[in-house]
């Protein structure tokens, strides 16, 4: 009797077991907003598979399981079959009590099973017929890592999704809160005849740990567009799991005046339409460096008033060379910031930009050498290169810079 039980169950294995298949997903490293299924189903296998009687009579379906693995725990692993059973109903014209057989699911769990090792034996009802092979496999969720792999028997097929909870917040990042400002510059500039345009997510991303796409939600309610100054605006982001993240920014929202007319008249004459941000960068930065002369002016306080003077009389020092560059750069639609040299003191001072192009931050510094090199573009390498005391900064305070380089270096300072 033995005997035939083993048989049968291999008879299960068969069928139920050695048919799992497993998406290719399953079996390779995990990557990023990704589940990662530390154990593949092709490592699971039932063993001491058997049918017992229990009291009364009923049938007991027992088994345990076994991880063949080298690494991976399985957290858990659930079979769920299709099962008959017996049941008591009174037959409506006789009144007797019959036994019939209805339909039933039926549930056999495990959990914690470590590499190489096999579970206790556990069981769930089993089929009133008490074969092995009536346990009609229907479905398997196996849970190891942070992935799910659910295996649909009637089918064959199998997929890999999450099998933990979702409990962590997209992340928000870029120029919000306090990296919004510094010093006293709010690093973002917006005009108020573009307001229809502006981009207000352009210096923000939105990630989070498993959706690869979040909608990142904008509030500008707290801005007057009637009035120059500084404001907060909200971002807000719930990934599919209902976690939900929240940042400010400070903004510096500008009316044009004479500055921004005469910069405008000037990128009409040096700016093509249709152009790229990038090809723009450059234009911006062969202007500059071809029309103004270096002279100490030593006032560094209102860019705008600098930008329109160095302009105007097509001369100062490296603030008045940042700023030219920076109103150009604005009124041209260019994502633009200011770096200061850090520490920053009489004597010791500079000003240049980081600009956006090409889906990353480049440093752009429109100040002249006299070995007449050119900054347009670069990456923090070729700056340091050149000088690492020039273009000392707080990086931490600052946008991500890009590492691909898309300009030739300048030659490094004796």
Same mark, same amino acid.
């Given at each position: 009797m033995r005997k035939g039980i083993i048989a049968a169950a291999l008879v299960v294995l068969s069928l139920a077991v050695g048919c799992q298949t497993e998406p290719a997903e399953a079996a390779k490293k995990s990557?990023?907003? %990704?589940?990662?299924?530390? !154990?593949?189903?092709?490592?699971? +296998?039932?063993?001491?598979? #058997?049918?017992?009687?229990?009291?009364?009579?009923?049938? %007991?379906?027992?088994?345990? !399981?076994?991880?063949?693995?080298? +690494?991976?725990?399985?957290? #858990?692993?659930?079979?769920?079959?299709?099962?008959?059973? %017996?049941?008591?109903?009174?037959a409506v014209e006789t009144g007797q009590v019959t036994e019939t057989l209805v339909p039933k699911t039926v549930k056999l769990v495990v959990k914690n099973i470590k590499p190489g090792k096999t579970s206790k034996v556990v069981n769930c009802e089993g089929d009133a017929s008490g074969n092995v092979a009536a346990m009609k496999l229907q479905k398997v969720c196996l849970y190891a890592g942070t992935g799910l792999y659910t295996y649909d028997a009637t089918t064959g097929k199998g997929t890999v999704s999450w099998g933990t909870k979702d409990k962590k917040a997209p992340v928000i990042s870029g120029l919000v809160g306090k990296k919004s400002y510094y010093q006293g510059d709010i690093r973002w500039t917006c005009y108020t005849d573009r307001k229809k345009n502006y981009d207000f997510d352009q210096f923000v991303t939105v990630t989070d740990n498993r959706d690869s796409k979040?909608?990142?939600?904008?509030?500008?309610?707290?801005?007057?567009?009637?009035?120059?100054?500084?404001?907060?605006?909200?971002?807000?982001?719930?990934?599919?799991?209902?976690?939900?993240?929240?940042?400010?920014?400070?903004?510096?929202?500008?009316?044009?005046?004479?500055?921004?007319?005469?910069?405008?008249?000037?990128?009409?004459?040096?700016?093509?339409?249709?152009w790229s941000d990038e090809k723009k960068a450059r234009a911006i930065y062969k202007y500059v460096r071809g029309r103004c002369s270096y002279v100490d002016n030593g006032t560094h306080g209102d860019w705008r008033k600098s930008a329109l003077n160095g302009i105007r009389y097509q001369s100062g020092d490296c603030f008045t060379y940042y700023s030219v560059a920076r109103i150009l750069l604005s009124r041209a639609g260019v994502p633009n910031i200011m770096v200061t040299r850090y520490p920053s003191y009489e004597g010791y001072r500079h000003w240049w930009s980081l600009v956006y192009v090409r889906g990353g931050w480049y440093h752009l510094d429109t100040t002249p050498r006299k070995q007449k090199e050119d900054f347009c573009l670069l990456t923090d390498k070729q700056v340091w290169g050149f000088s690492t005391s020039t273009f000392r900064f707080q990086t931490g305070r600052y946008i991500k810079r890009a590492t691909k380089k898309i300009s030739p270096s300048p030659k490094p300072k004796k």
């Amino acid at each position: 009797m033995r005997k035939g039980i083993i048989a049968a169950a291999l008879v299960v294995l068969s069928l139920a077991v050695g048919c799992q298949t497993e998406p290719a997903e399953a079996a390779k490293k995990s990557k990023k907003n %990704k589940p990662n299924l530390t !154990v593949s189903y092709s490592k699971v +296998k039932l063993v001491n598979v #058997k049918m017992q009687v229990g009291e009364n009579g009923s049938m %007991k379906y027992q088994a345990a !399981v076994k991880n063949t693995a080298t +690494k991976g725990t399985i957290k #858990k692993i659930e079979y769920t079959y299709s099962i008959q059973v %017996k049941q008591l109903a009174p037959a409506v014209e006789t009144g007797q009590v019959t036994e019939t057989l209805v339909p039933k699911t039926v549930k056999l769990v495990v959990k914690n099973i470590k590499p190489g090792k096999t579970s206790k034996v556990v069981n769930c009802e089993g089929d009133a017929s008490g074969n092995v092979a009536a346990m009609k496999l229907q479905k398997v969720c196996l849970y190891a890592g942070t992935g799910l792999y659910t295996y649909d028997a009637t089918t064959g097929k199998g997929t890999v999704s999450w099998g933990t909870k979702d409990k962590k917040a997209p992340v928000i990042s870029g120029l919000v809160g306090k990296k919004s400002y510094y010093q006293g510059d709010i690093r973002w500039t917006c005009y108020t005849d573009r307001k229809k345009n502006y981009d207000f997510d352009q210096f923000v991303t939105v990630t989070d740990n498993r959706d690869s796409k979040v909608k990142l939600s904008v509030d500008t309610s707290k801005i007057n567009w009637e009035k120059e100054g500084i404001y907060k605006v909200y971002y807000s982001a719930t990934d599919k799991a209902g976690n939900t993240a929240s940042a400010w920014a400070k903004v510096q929202v500008l009316q044009p005046g004479t500055a921004e007319q005469v910069a405008d008249s000037v990128l009409k004459s040096i700016i093509g339409k249709g152009w790229s941000d990038e090809k723009k960068a450059r234009a911006i930065y062969k202007y500059v460096r071809g029309r103004c002369s270096y002279v100490d002016n030593g006032t560094h306080g209102d860019w705008r008033k600098s930008a329109l003077n160095g302009i105007r009389y097509q001369s100062g020092d490296c603030f008045t060379y940042y700023s030219v560059a920076r109103i150009l750069l604005s009124r041209a639609g260019v994502p633009n910031i200011m770096v200061t040299r850090y520490p920053s003191y009489e004597g010791y001072r500079h000003w240049w930009s980081l600009v956006y192009v090409r889906g990353g931050w480049y440093h752009l510094d429109t100040t002249p050498r006299k070995q007449k090199e050119d900054f347009c573009l670069l990456t923090d390498k070729q700056v340091w290169g050149f000088s690492t005391s020039t273009f000392r900064f707080q990086t931490g305070r600052y946008i991500k810079r890009a590492t691909k380089k898309i300009s030739p270096s300048p030659k490094p300072k004796k």
